[in-house]
């Protein structure tokens, strides 16, 4: 316990219980036993000026509300948070990023069978409904339909990304793949998709006609919701 002047005083972490300390908590019961502003104060290991580190971290939970507010936040969303650096802010988004990416992985390794438009969605709308530009991924599939790969095809502005037909396809050859799904995003959350997305959707299925590659299904991400070619019956 710190004694300001005798008027205020602060209680750290480490004057708590140790059973109580979010990083031995952690150790003797588990991940699965903390809350949420436990879990970011482990992140951040230090608190700052008349604040712990769970202080701080409910202050952040309180303004963000979830991590995927947080993990899609700005630098400058970020500036209320006296004594906070770009080194713990980056901390932290990159600990949201590893989370992310650990479940798409581990639906990869599964090789999920992909059954409809809506078992893409599930795996891809965590991390593009948010996205401030258009990225166009490619989901790669073997002859049962299971997942090989994900992978970036492009990355474009606001309102346009440029995926290379030719570069899917020798990509898709390269990975043995008997049939592609293609996904982008609409920063605007407006799902109808544009003229450019309706010719690139018809240049892709010619040339997968030619390579004996199955485009099943171009799908548009918008805020929780999707607009899907195949559901639609144009592809």
Not at 90 to 114: M, N
Not at 126 to 140: A, G, N, S
Not at 203 to 228: F, Q, V
Request: with cysteine.
């Amino acid at each position: 316990m710190i004694s300001n002047g005798g008027k205020n005083k602060i209680t750290g972490i480490k004057s708590w219980p140790e059973d109580d300390r979010p990083r031995e908590k952690l150790l003797k019961r588990g991940a699965g036993a903390l809350s949420n502003s436990e879990l970011l104060a482990i992140l951040l290991r230090t608190g700052v000026a008349g604040n712990s580190a769970i202080d701080l971290a409910r202050q952040m939970l309180d303004k963000f509300g979830t991590f995927r507010n947080m993990s899609h936040s700005d630098i400058r969303d970020w500036k209320d948070f006296k004594g906070l650096g770009p080194a713990k802010i980056a901390q932290i988004k990159a600990a949201l990023e590893i989370g992310r990416r650990f479940r798409e992985d581990e639906v990869i390794s599964s090789k999920q069978k992909i059954a409809s438009a809506h078992d893409v969605v599930q795996i891809v709308m965590p991390q593009m409904r948010d996205l401030k530009t258009e990225v166009f991924k490619v989901v790669y599939l073997n002859s049962n339909n299971r997942i090989i790969d994900i992978s970036d095809a492009a990355t474009g502005t606001v309102n346009q990304a440029m995926p290379i037909v030719r570069e899917i396809m020798h990509a898709a050859l390269q990975k043995f793949a008997a049939a592609i799904i293609c996904v982008h995003n609409h920063p605007s959350a407006n799902i109808t998709p544009s003229p450019e997305d309706k010719k690139f959707t018809q240049e892709l299925s010619a040339a997968g006609n030619l390579m004996n590659i199955k485009i099943l299904d171009h799908i548009i991400i918008g805020d929780d919701k999707y607009y899907s070619f195949a559901d639609e019956g144009i592809i």
